[in-house]
C-alpha cells in the first residue's frame, strides 16, 4: 500500500506543474480516496459495519427435527391448508376497537343521518325516527367494526402454528437480534425473558447468536399448550429428556419482583394479541421495568403492527412511570436513527415501516424451497451504544425500501438523523467512492452512512 501510495504522490507531482490547477486538485483528490475511511474500520465495503441484514435463514437442526417430530405424531389432517388459513389470519389481524373511538364514530353518524333524516320528513310524520336512527347507528357500528377475538392456543391449535409461523417468526427474531449482535460485538447476554414465547423462537434464535453466554432462558405465555409444545422442541424429537438448550424455564406470568432484570428481553407478535391499548401499554411499561440492557419488540410488518411499536416506543419514551426501579433513560437503538415521530405516519397513504428476511419453511407438503418473512421491530437499550464508526461524526440512515442500484448511481429511500425520510441518489461524486460502494453492497434493512445529505438528490444524466 505504502509503494502504491508514493508512485501516485510521485506521478501527481510530476504531472503537477503541466496541468490546470484544477486538474492537479482532481488527480490529488483521487490520490487521497485510496485512504480507507475510519467507518469502515477495516472491513470491506460489502461488509461495512452498517449491514445487519442475513442471508436466507434455517431453522436449527434440533429445532427442525423436533418440529417434524411433532407434527408426525400429531397425525392432523388437512395441515397444510389448515396452516395456510391461520397464516392468512395472522397477517390480517388488527387491533381491537378502543371505546372511544366507536363512540366519536357513532356520535358523528348519528349526527349526520339525524341532519339528513328531519331534511327529508316533514314534522309529525315520525314521532320515532330518533331511535330508527339510533338502531341504524348501531347496526353500521357492528357491520364495519373489525371483530376481534382472543385465540385460544390447545395442543391442536399449537400444531397448525407451529406448521404455519414457526421458521417465519424464527427469521424474523434473528434478523433483529443481529442487529444487537452486529452493532453491540460486546454484548453478551446472561439471561433472556421471552413475553408470548409460544414455541420459544426466540430463546432459539438467542442460543444461536449467544450460544453458552446465556445462563437462564425465562419464557412467558399464558397458554399451557403452547408451553409442553415448546418444552417438546427442546428435545430435538429424541426419545430422551434431555434439552438441547439447558436452563429454559417454563411460566404462564410474569416473574412476581419488580426488581428481577433481565439482560435481553423479547416480546415477538405478542403485543397484537392484547385485547386494549392500556394493556398493551401496562405489558410494554412492565418489559421494560424487567430491562437490564435491551428491549426487542417485533410484530408484523402490516400498518397495524408498524402502528402498535410506534405506540410502545411512544409510551417508553414520554410517558413517566410513578415508581422508578432504574433510572437509566431508555433509548431506540433500532431500527429508527432518531426519536422524533416516524416519518412514515405523516405521509399519505401510510405504508408501515417493515423490512424482509428471506427464509427456509419447514420442509412439509405444499411448503416452498424459500419464503420471505415482513416484519417490523423495535430495539430500544438502556443507555446509548455507539456502533463502530458513530464516533467519527458520519450519518447513518437506515434504508426503509428496496435499494435501486443504476449505472452510477445508487437509488435509495433513507431514514435519517434528522427524522426526514429522502430518495436518495448516491454517486462516487457527491458522496465520495466509499459511501457509494458501500451503498451498491447494501440492502434494504442496512444502515448506510451519508457523509452528505445536502447535495442534489435527483439522479445524474445517462450516459
Known amino acids: 500500500m505504502s509503494a502504491l501510495w508514493n508512485r501516485l504522490v510521485r506521478v501527481c507531482w510530476r504531472r503537477r506543474a503541466a496541468l490546470p490547477s484544477g486538474d492537479a486538485q ?30 436466507t435463514i434455517r431453522l436449527p437442526d434440533g429445532l427442525q427435527r423436533g418440529a417434524l417430530t411433532a407434527i408426525h405424531k400429531s397425525e392432523l389432517k388437512d395441515l397444510s391448508e389448515r396452516s395456510r388459513r391461520l397464516k392468512n389470519y395472522l397477517w390480517s389481524r388488527k387491533r381491537a376497537a378502543e371505546a372511544p373511538q366507536l363512540r366519536e364514530k357513532a356520535v358523528e353518524l348519528e349526527e349526520r343521518w339525524m341532519a339528513e333524516e328531519k331534511q327529508r320528513q316533514s314534522d309529525g310524520d ?5 331511535a330508527k336512527i339510533r338502531r341504524k347507528v348501531l347496526f353500521e357500528l357492528r357491520k364495519t367494526t373489525y371483530h376481534w377475538t382472543p385465540l385460544r392456543y390447545d395442543a391442536e391449535l399449537g400444531v397448525v402454528f407451529m406448521a404455519a409461523r414457526l421458521a417465519g417468526g424464527y427469521a424474523a427474531v434473528m434478523r433483529a437480534l443481529n442487529e444487537i449482535k452486529k452493532r453491540d460485538p460486546l454484548f453478551a447476554p446472561r439471561s433472556l425473558l421471552d413475553f408470548g414465547s409460544g414455541l420459544g423462537t426466540a430463546l432459539w434464535a438467542s442460543h444461536t447468536h449467544w450460544g453458552d453466554a446465556l445462563k437462564e432462558y425465562v419464557c412467558v405465555d399464558a397458554s399451557g399448550a403452547m408451553n409442553r409444545l415448546a418444552e417438546q422442541l427442546l428435545t430435538g424429537g429424541g426419545d430422551t429428556d434431555t434439552p438441547l438448550v439447558k436452563h429454559v424455564y417454563f411460566r404462564q406470568f410474569f416473574p412476581v419482583s419488580p426488581k428481577v432484570q433481565s439482560d435481553l428481553v423479547v416480546a415477538a407478535f405478542s403485543l397484537s394479541e392484547l385485547a386494549s391499548q392500556k394493556e398493551r401499554e401496562d ?14 419488540l417485533v ?46 405516519l405523516l405521509k399519505q397513504p401510510v405504508v408501515p415501516c417493515n423490512f424482509l ?45 428496496p435499494v435501486h442500484r443504476r449505472t452510477r448511481h445508487v437509488q435509495c429511500q433513507i431514514c435519517c438523523s434528522s427524522g426526514e425520510l429522502k430518495q436518495l441518489a448516491v454517486t462516487a461524486r457527491q458522496h465520495g467512492r466509499d459511501a457509494y460502494r458501500c451503498a451498491r453492497s447494501s440492502n434494504w434493512g442496512d444502515r448506510l452512512p451519508i457523509i452528505n445529505t445536502e447535495e442534489d438528490d435527483a439522479p445524474p444524466d445517462q450516459p
Open 26 to 55: 482532481r488527480c490529488k483528490s483521487a490520490a487521497a480516496a485510496l485512504v480507507q475511511p475510519e467507518f469502515l474500520r477495516g472491513s470491506p465495503h460489502r461488509k461495512h459495519p452498517g449491514v445487519t441484514t442475513l442471508k
Open 299 to 344: 410484530e408484523n410488518g402490516t400498518k397495524e403492527g408498524h402502528q402498535i411499536l410506534m405506540e410502545a416506543r411512544d409510551v417508553l419514551l414520554k410517558k413517566e412511570e410513578k415508581v422508578i426501579h432504574d433510572s437509566r433513560r431508555p433509548v431506540v437503538f433500532a431500527p429508527c436513527t432518531h426519536e422524533r415521530t416516524c416519518p412514515k
Open 283 to 296: 405489558t410494554v411499561l412492565t418489559l421494560w421495568r424487567k430491562t437490564n440492557s435491551y428491549l426487542v
Open 126 to 130: 315520525d314521532q320515532n325516527f330518533e
Open 357 to 401: 428476511q428471506p427464509y427456509h419453511p419447514l420442509p412439509l407438503p405444499g411448503n416452498a424451497d424459500w419464503e420471505e418473512e415482513r416484519f417490523s421491530y423495535l430495539i430500544v437499550s438502556r443507555e446509548a451504544r455507539e456502533a463502530p464508526g458513530e464516533r467519527e461524526g458520519v450519518e447513518w440512515g437506515r434504508l426503509t425500501a
